[in-house]
């Protein structure tokens, strides 16, 4: 086994080592050998918790990655639109019901967003 954990040293880290650090993380190659070659169950544990964190940390940087070059790319093809808090409470006046305080938190989070140079992706229930 030898090869194998010649190949694991090779592993470089991703995780920001503020992360590391600050969650007292052993190396990305650590728990790789561990999880191949643990010499207890509690070390074992700990390196695939190291490694789940890794694989959230991963799909929640592809995820925000993705969302900012969304972002990007439809900066200045949306109309911005300034919130008139007076053009609001007027409309908001004709209704025949009051807003919960969760409707009234959506609406100015999308309103909020209406005033952003790029487009809104939020989903509404």
Known sequence: MPVLRNFIKEYTDELPESIREKYRFMSFAE???ILHFPANMEILATARERLAYQELYDINFVALSK???????STG??????LDPE????ILDTLPYALTNAQKISLFQVLKDMEKPHAMERLLE
């Not at 053009?87 to 007027?90: D, I, Q, Y």
């Open 67 to 73: 969302k900012h070059s969304l972002q990007e790319f």
């Open 31 to 33: 728990a790789l050998e």
């Open 77 to 82: 093809k949306t109309h911005q639109i300034p």
């Open 87 to 90: 053009l609001v409470k007027k």
